[in-house]
């Protein structure tokens, strides 16, 4: 059987808010529109120029290119940190700002990878139902409205079901 490459190259967008921070007036639109293109694009972006700590530079973060089913990896970018839009955005924006599939592998190295993975899902009572400004006219929301628990119950389910663990639902 033959393997044939697949020719993609998945850019992960970098926005530098240094202007912003330091109160250039035009740069608050400028990063707007950028953080705007980046979550309808691709659901993953890098922010540089920002008084974060920055992420190790040792990588292993890899994003899925849905069409092709391929894994890329993301180049680690000094001074940045990297961002990924979340389900839950991808529900109330209707599909508009997309999350991204990923993963963090262990690259071969002798330095030590570590991750911080922040999750801001909400207070769990919280419904999420589409934003009104997400739907066409005459069209209809693609999700139907789900309680911040629900999915993040689900979603644990979905990530440690495979093995083995068993998640009560919520009432």
């Known amino acids: 059987?033959?393997?044939?490459?697949?020719?993609?190259?998945?850019?992960?967008?970098?926005?530098?808010?240094?202007?912003?921070?330091?109160?250039?007036?035009?740069?608050?639109?400028?990063?707007?529109?950028?953080?705007r293109e980046a979550c309808?694009?691709?659901?993953?972006?890098?922010?540089?120029g920002h008084s974060v700590p920055?992420?190790?530079h040792v990588g292993g973060l890899e994003v899925l290119h849905k069409p092709t089913g391929?894994?890329?990896?993301?180049?680690?970018?000094?001074?940045?940190?990297?961002?990924?839009?979340?389900?839950?955005?991808?529900?109330?924006?209707?599909?508009?700002?997309?999350?991204?599939m990923h993963r963090v592998i262990s690259p071969l190295s002798n330095q030590d990878r570590y991750s911080c993975a922040f999750f801001n899902d909400g207070a769990l009572d919280v419904m999420v139902e589409c934003l009104p400004s997400c739907v066409k006219p005459g069209e209809k929301p693609l999700y139907e409205p789900i309680k911040v628990e629900k999915h993040i119950v689900a979603r644990y389910q979905q990530s440690y079901?495979?093995?083995?663990?068993?998640?009560?639902?919520p009432a």
């Open 40 to 48: 309808e694009k691709t659901g993953f972006l890098q922010v540089v």
């Open 70 to 100: 391929t894994w890329h990896a993301v180049p680690p970018v000094e001074g940045s940190y990297v961002c990924n839009i979340g389900d839950l955005m991808q529900r109330w924006t209707n599909n508009r700002y997309q999350s991204t």
């Open 1 to 35: 059987m033959a393997v044939t490459e697949v020719p993609v190259t998945v850019k992960i967008p970098i926005i530098d808010v240094s202007s912003y921070l330091a109160g250039d007036p035009k740069a608050k639109a400028i990063a707007a529109q950028e953080l």
């Open 161 to 169: 079901g495979a093995g083995g663990t068993i998640i009560d639902a």
């Open 54 to 56: 920055e992420e190790d």
